[in-house]
């Protein structure tokens, strides 16, 4: 089977490394090392790959991959506990079995046995719960394949169908129309905020053109945003929908919804597919993202107003910008080069998109 792509929330991931214990304790790491072991398996895997990420590890063993969330607590989430753990893995399972049915497989405990021993689904007292999924070939996450120009206008029509049918089968979310400019106001104010933190060296000029054309928008045209409302276009809907996440099939699953938060996930879908075309453009697929952007709008009868779309759009990339600049004060020193400049590819992306705004 070809390798096999994780599943985790953040752009940056390590390979065992050694500092992971920081983010837990004792027994947690040790509960890290008895999953890196092929032989604590069913099926015997030759080997165990493991993956690591600011909030789990995911182990990839054989056929499958197993999730492990670590005993962190956020402001935006708490994993400090089993129960909460046991609660997140549940919502993980229930809420992607929505756009990948055939990956999401249950979830396993991790439980103590006899002489103080750790087992996989064993009988004893769960004391970690893992999220058991099906591996996916990393050659057809779409990432990948646009690297290796290996996408095909089919498999983007199929992966546009999943999403339409899977939109239009939400309910629409009972939001209050100035409820919802102002929390895009406040995801606005946000963003300007840490981008313009003393340690990234930002020039404020850089900065504040992109915020106010996004900020007059909200202001000056508030029924472009009430007629989304208006129209029950506002769902709850996957939450972190990036080329990573898209698996080309056959047939197409989307993977690692944003499980923590339910706020996060209820969107307008042009903000989540103009999240997604971004993500290509700033990939040097722009050709990628038009095609998805526009058979969406064949497909789902709903052809927005540009003006929207890059408002979403430029907004998303400020937000990517603000993450990759929050990479830089929480990894290595020599990490720093490589975030500042995907930082700056997406400020870049968030200029031109406003550009459109005026």
Known sequence: MAKARSIGKTQGRTRDNADSTRNGDDATARKAAFLSQPANYAEAPATVERIETHMSWVFLAGNHAYKLKKAVHYPYLDFSSVTARRHDCLEELRLNQRLAPSVYLGIVPLTREAGDRLALGGDGEPVDWLVRMRRLSRARMLDNAMAAGAVQDAELDAVVRLLVDFYRDQPPEPVVSEVYRRTLEHDVRSNRQVLLEPQYGLARGAIEPIIRAQLDLLHTTPQLFDDRVAAGRIVEGHGDLRPGHVFLGPPPQI?????????????????????????????????????????????????????????????????????????????????????????????????NYASALG
């Open 255 to 351: 993977i690692d919804c944003l499980e923590f938060n339910r706020a996060l996930r209820v969107v307008d879908p042009l903000d989540e597919l103009g999240y997604l075309a971004m993500e290509c453009r700033v990939r040097d697929r722009e050709t990628v993202g038009n095609r998805l952007l526009a058979r969406y709008a064949e497909l789902s009868g709903d052809p927005a107003p540009p003006t929207l779309l890059a408002l979403y759009q430029s907004r998303r990339a400020c937000l990517r910008a603000r993450l990759c600049l929050r990479h830089i004060t929480s990894t290595e020193a020599s990490t720093d080069a490589a975030w500042r400049d995907r930082a700056g590819a997406y400020l870049g992306l968030s200029r």
